[in-house]
């Protein structure tokens, strides 16, 4: 089992971690929540409808990382639109982000902290490197995580398509973006292991 996610009976997922393996999650679960940035509880006033009913921001992040995780919802996929078109995007995006990234924020600052939290108690426990054991919906918040710190790496790497992935693959060992590269592909083997324990 060691590196891959295999699926504990009764539902939920179980993987072993050594101390390094805890130590690099954990790591990049937190710099994930301090790009994402805290929740509109923290600096709202007292008054929780008016936090339900706040608006979220109209324009995309600058950070492309952010921007990444957090995409206009209406672009258009097959190249450059004319003026007006573009226009009419923008406004659209502009909308549905100020009335859905507020909560789209909170969910990926949940399941960045379910990580940090599940890795915490079994560092707690005093086991060290160890077998962390996920119920269902734990799973699903990890599977929530682990899919933005791939999006927030690839972001980094400028990786856009699939063939830029095997161009990194071929980087040599002196590549200062050789420890990003190999934290980004076994990542991806969590998250496809991880995907397959939730299949039913």
Do not use: C, H
């Not at 054991?133 to 791939?150: H, I, P, V, Y």
Request: a negative charge.
């Amino acid at each position: 089992m060691p590196g891959t996610f295999e699926p504990l009976p009764g539902g939920g997922a179980a993987v072993a971690l050594d101390d390094v393996e805890i130590s690099i999650i954990r790591s990049l679960a937190v710099q994930l929540l301090e790009l994402i940035g805290p929740g509109p509880a923290e600096d709202a006033p007292d008054d929780p409808l008016a936090e339900l009913f706040a608006d979220g921001p109209s324009e995309p992040p600058s950070d492309p990382v952010l921007k990444r995780l957090f995409p206009d919802a209406y672009s258009d996929p097959e190249g450059t639109p004319q003026a007006k078109e573009a226009e009419e995007q923008r406004a659209y995006s502009s909308e549905f982000r100020r009335y859905t990234e507020n909560d789209l924020r909170t969910g990926k600052r949940e399941n960045a902290l379910a990580v940090v939290r599940s890795l915490d108690a079994l560092n707690s426990a005093g086991e060290g490197g160890a077998v962390l054991k996920l119920s269902t919906g734990e799973s699903q918040q990890w599977l929530g995580a682990l899919n933005d710190l791939r999006l927030a790496i690839g972001s980094r790497l400028d990786i856009t398509a699939e063939e830029d992935t095997d161009l990194l693959y071929r980087l040599p060992d002196e590549d200062p973006r050789k420890p990003m590269v190999m934290a980004y592909l076994w990542l991806g083997g969590l998250q496809e292991t991880l995907v397959a324990t939730l299949m039913p």
